[in-house]
């Protein structure tokens, strides 16, 4: 395994890979987990060689202290995926990916108008700025996006269809701990107690999957609201039931024929994102 920790490593480990037209791509910001694994795997399985990228895009974070705090452990990173089976481990430099200021605004198709969109203004852009930018220099066939970030994921289609670009966007299912907290690089941010208070986010979402069948879905999502706060380390910042494809809001349960409950909700000042198939 190389890890490239500039362009020009990275592109002497690219020249030495055996089949360059069947490479799968993971794209993370490291302080990886089990679930950046599970991605890791597949594509391994899957794929000739497999790149994963560790970059922490500055592009994408809408909230300075934020991006300042954000784990970065890329040693441990290392020894957590080699022995997967990974070819290159790229963690670039912000001048490799920008050698000038990214300005560049992309069609999201409108997907960035609900859930996390209003709440980051700018985030979904700065991912399809980073992904486009990551998919020209490593030109996947597959690339491996966790289903965790369930608009990222729907966003990432569309302008990969828009732009027409030659890689197959495969999505994964969420890795949890045992308790049922969806695995997150910001976890370890928790304190002691806000990582016990945490799983009760998971438990009341998927209360909604009784809840659907004797309320509408707005009440449905004053019940979790009122649920999550018996805990007082945790606050909501938005929980929306919508639409699957167009990840428009529902306000009936038979206005699509696939619907998605998405929340993030704070335990102070780290702020954590979940989804469950509810239709
Ligand atoms: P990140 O490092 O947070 O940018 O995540 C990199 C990739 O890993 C994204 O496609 C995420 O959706 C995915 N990912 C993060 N956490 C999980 C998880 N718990 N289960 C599955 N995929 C995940």
């Given at each position: 395994?190389?890890?490239?920790?500039?362009?020009?490593?990275?592109?002497?480990?690219?020249?030495?890979?055996?089949?360059?037209?069947?490479?799968?791509?993971?794209?993370?910001?490291?302080?990886?987990?089990?679930?950046?694994?599970?991605?890791?795997?597949?594509?391994?399985?899957?794929?000739?060689?497999?790149?994963?990228?560790?970059?922490?895009?500055?592009?994408?974070?809408?909230?300075?202290?934020d991006l300042a705090t954000y784990p970065r452990t890329l040693e441990a990173d290392c020894a957590l995926v080699e022995p997967v089976g990974v070819d290159i481990v790229f963690?670039?430099?912000?001048?490799?990916?920008?050698?000038?200021?990214?300005?560049?605004?992309?069609?999201?198709?409108?997907?960035?108008?609900?859930?996390?969109?209003?709440?980051?203004?700018?985030?979904?852009?700065?991912?399809?700025?980073?992904?486009?930018?990551?998919?020209?220099?490593?030109?996947?066939?597959?690339?491996?996006?966790?289903?965790?970030?369930?608009?990222?994921?729907?966003?990432?289609?569309?302008?990969?269809?828009?732009?027409?670009?030659?890689?197959?966007?495969?999505?994964?299912?969420?890795?949890?701990?045992?308790?049922g907290l969806a695995l997150s690089s910001r976890n370890t941010l928790l304190t002691p107690s806000q990582r016990e208070a945490a799983p009760h986010i998971y438990r009341c979402?998927?209360?909604?999957?009784?809840?659907?069948?004797?309320?509408?879905?707005?009440?449905?999502?004053?019940?979790?609201?009122?649920?999550i706060h018996t805990n007082p380390e945790l606050e909501t910042e938005y929980i929306e039931i919508f639409n699957a494809r167009t990840l428009e809001p529902v306000e009936n349960?038979?206005?699509?024929?696939?619907?998605?409950?998405?929340?993030?909700?704070?335990?102070?000042?780290?702020?954590?994102?979940?989804?469950?198939?509810?239709?």
């Open positions: 395994m190389i890890v490239a920790k500039s362009l020009a490593e990275f592109q002497a480990a690219y020249e030495a890979l055996p089949n360059k037209s069947d490479i799968g791509f993971v794209p993370t910001m490291g302080a990886l987990h089990e679930g950046h694994l599970s991605l890791i795997r597949r594509s391994v399985e899957e794929n000739t060689s497999t790149i994963i990228s560790i970059f922490v895009n500055p592009t994408q974070f809408n909230n300075p202290n963690a670039p430099q912000v001048h490799d990916i920008y050698p000038e200021p990214d300005q560049r605004i992309f069609n999201l198709g409108g997907l960035d108008r609900f859930g996390e969109g209003p709440r980051r203004p700018g985030h979904f852009n700065g991912v399809a700025q980073v992904v486009t930018r990551l998919f020209d220099l490593v030109r996947p066939s597959r690339s491996y996006f966790g289903e965790k970030d369930f608009q990222q994921l729907a966003i990432l289609r569309f302008v990969t269809e828009d732009l027409q670009l030659p890689v197959e966007i495969i999505g994964c299912p969420i890795a949890r701990a045992e308790d979402i998927c209360q909604a999957r009784t809840w659907m069948h004797e309320c509408t879905p707005a009440e449905t999502i004053q019940r979790i609201t009122d649920a349960w038979d206005d699509a024929a696939e619907i998605q409950l998405g929340c993030a909700i704070f335990a102070h000042p780290v702020r954590l994102i979940d989804n469950i198939k509810l239709k």
